[in-house]
Structure formats: structure tokens, C-alpha cells
């Protein structure tokens, strides 16, 4: 079964400084990964996402991602972090178990990280 | 585009009640999905539906269940009410993409329905 894992339960960073937000996973075969932010009160929003190609995915807000197939990673990261950027973050890859037909599928998350940026 | 709506946004129950929740996709969706959001189990997959049939479901009990209507708009619907039951209930619709010759799915999460079981 696929899983994720998301090492660290808050993450502290002062404003201007590199943030990253650290994921590991276990999938079988391909994996697809995402990452989503959620400010309080709010549902998920797409941050970005690896499905193939260049192991440096650029997403949202300034957002990057590293996909290290070796290490079964995909940390996200940002150079100069922002106190906006303050949020619970998801890691998530796409779940086969199960899986019914095309297309269909659905996400395994991590527990989520909070990320703290100090002013 | 809209985004994807859920009602209602805020529920309170007692045990034993039941509970149908609300969710329209983005137009032009056809696939929704739910999850069950609590700070003890983080984020779990409810199920999915898509072109109103049911086509994944998570490890719930059947006191969970849920449809999609030909408008794609779906509902889920939790029977007998347990304290447990209280959580953020979220929903997504999704489109399916292409990146480099793979097709994937990415999906849009609404605001949820926070659910509240006395």
C-alpha cells in the first residue's frame, strides 16, 4: 500500500530565510505526488504537483519541489520564506490501491506539517 | 470558473442523527471525491465518484455513503451519528490532465463542512 510520510509536526523559520518542508513516500510503481496548503477554516489548495520529467518542480506562490526517486522524496521548498506562508502543509501521492478502472484513484496524505515563518 | 462549493459550511448534530452533506464541482468535473479530515487521523479518502457511479471507496463503515448526480453534484450522507463522526468534510472535484504522455488527475478542493456530533 501506498503511504507518506511527513517527518516533522511544525517546522519554524525565520521570514526571508530558505524554508523546506520535508516528504518521503512508498508507492508502487509511478508515483504522482502533490503538495496542498490549508490556512485555518479553509479546504486544501493546490500547490503543485510531479508527474513526470524534471525532478525541480516549480509551483504556487514561489513554491518548488524536488523529486529524488534514490531517496523516495519530494521535499518542499522555498528560498525566502514569507509569514503569509504560514499554514498546514499536505504531502500526497496517488493511491492505486484499490484502483477500479481507469482513471480512478484516489489520495494518501501525510499527516501534514505546520510551518511557522517568524516575522 | 467557480470553484467548488459545500453545504453547508458549518453542522452541529447529536449521536444517533443522520447527516447529508452537500458538494457542486467545477463545471465541466466529473469526478468527486470526499475526505474525512480530524487531527487524530489527518486526511482519509471517503470515496469517488464519477459519472454518478461510485468507483473507489475507503476503509468506512457503511453508516458512510454517498451519490453524484447526472449534474455531477454529489452528497454524502452519514447515518447514526457517532462522537467520533465530528471532522471537516471535504470535497474535490477533479479534470484529468496529461504532463509528458502521463494522464493524471488533479483535483480542487472546496472549503468543507466542518461536522460537529454532540
Known amino acids: 500500500a501506498q503511504s507518506v510520510a511527513q517527518p516533522e509536526d511544525q517546522v519554524n523559520v525565520a521570514e526571508g530565510n530558505p524554508l523546506t518542508v520535508k516528504c518521503t513516500y512508498s508507492?508502487?510503481?509511478?508515483?504522482?505526488l502533490f503538495w496542498y496548503v490549508q490556512y485555518p477554516n479553509r479546504g486544501l489548495q493546490f500547490l503543485l504537483k510531479?508527474?513526470?520529467?524534471?525532478?525541480l518542480v516549480k509551483g504556487s506562490y514561489g513554491f518548488e519541489a524536488e523529486f529524488n526517486k534514490s531517496q523516495t522524496s519530494f521535499h518542499l521548498k522555498k528560498p525566502s520564506a514569507l509569514v503569509s506562508d504560514s499554514a498546514l502543509y499536505f504531502c500526497?501521492?496517488?493511491?492505486?490501491?484499490?484502483?477500479?478502472?481507469?482513471?480512478?484513484?484516489?489520495?494518501?496524505f501525510g499527516k501534514g506539517t505546520k510551518l511557522s515563518v517568524i516575522p | 470558473k467557480a470553484g467548488v462549493t459545500q453545504t453547508p459550511r458549518y453542522l452541529i448534530k447529536t449521536r444517533g442523527q443522520q447527516v447529508t452533506l452537500s458538494c457542486s464541482p467545477i463545471?465541466?468535473?466529473?469526478?468527486v471525491s470526499w475526505y474525512q479530515q480530524t487531527p487524530g487521523q489527518g486526511l482519509q479518502f471517503l470515496f469517488e465518484?464519477?459519472?454518478?457511479?461510485?468507483?473507489n471507496k475507503g476503509n468506512f463503515p457503511g453508516r458512510f455513503s454517498g451519490r453524484q448526480f447526472s449534474n455531477s453534484r454529489s452528497e454524502m450522507n452519514v447515518s447514526t451519528l457517532e462522537l467520533g463522526d465530528s471532522a471537516l468534510y471535504l470535497c474535490?472535484?477533479?479534470?484529468?490532465?496529461?504532463?509528458?504522455?502521463?494522464?493524471?488527475?488533479?483535483?480542487?478542493f472546496g472549503p468543507g463542512t466542518r461536522l460537529t456530533v454532540l
Open positions: 474535490a472535484s477533479s479534470f484529468t490532465g496529461t504532463s509528458g504522455g502521463a494522464s493524471y488527475n488533479e483535483q480542487f
Open positions: 463545471s465541466g468535473h466529473r469526478s
Open positions: 510531479y508527474i513526470t520529467g524534471d525532478n
Open positions: 500526497a501521492v496517488r493511491d492505486m490501491t484499490g484502483h477500479s478502472g481507469a482513471g480512478s484513484y484516489q489520495l494518501t
Open positions: 465518484y464519477f459519472s454518478e457511479t461510485q468507483r
Open positions: 508507492v508502487s510503481g509511478n508515483p504522482y
